[in-house]
């Protein structure tokens, strides 16, 4: 019986997979891209959910408005403070 050569398989890495959850990030993204298909400012919307945590100010369309209860609202401002001071 051959030796299977473990060399000639491809290993796939998914980002995104079941049971995990997305990051701040791919949330924002995914949140901004519903909010614009929607014809909304994705910007004017997402900053004032971000400030008073009212999710009626996010679309449902494309579960936008459940992907974005999922952030956590300190973390989320605090990495946006920290890049606009520090330009990173």
Same mark, same amino acid.
């Given at each position: 019986?051959? *030796?299977s050569?473990?060399?000639?398989?491809?290993?796939?890495?998914? +980002?995104?997979?079941?049971?995990?959850?997305?990051?701040?990030?791919?949330? +924002? =993204?995914?949140? %901004?891209?519903?909010? =614009?298909?929607?014809?909304?400012?994705?910007?004017?919307? *997402?900053?004032s %959910?971000?400030?008073?945590?009212?999710?009626?100010? *996010?679309?449902?369309?494309?579960?936008?408005?459940?992907?974005?209860?999922? +952030?956590?609202?300190?973390?989320?401002?605090?990495? *946006?403070?920290? %890049? %606009?001071?520090?330009?990173?």
């Amino acid at each position: 019986m051959p *030796i299977s050569n473990n060399r000639d398989r491809t290993k796939v890495i998914a +980002l995104d997979t079941p049971g995990s959850e997305p990051s701040s990030r791919e949330i +924002l =993204q995914r949140v %901004y891209l519903a909010l =614009q298909e929607k014809g909304y400012n994705p910007v004017a919307q *997402i900053a004032s %959910y971000l400030l008073c945590g009212d999710p009626l100010y *996010i679309t449902s369309h494309g579960d936008a408005r459940t992907l974005v209860r999922q +952030l956590d609202l300190q973390e989320v401002m605090e990495e *946006i403070l920290r %890049y %606009y001071i520090e330009g990173r």
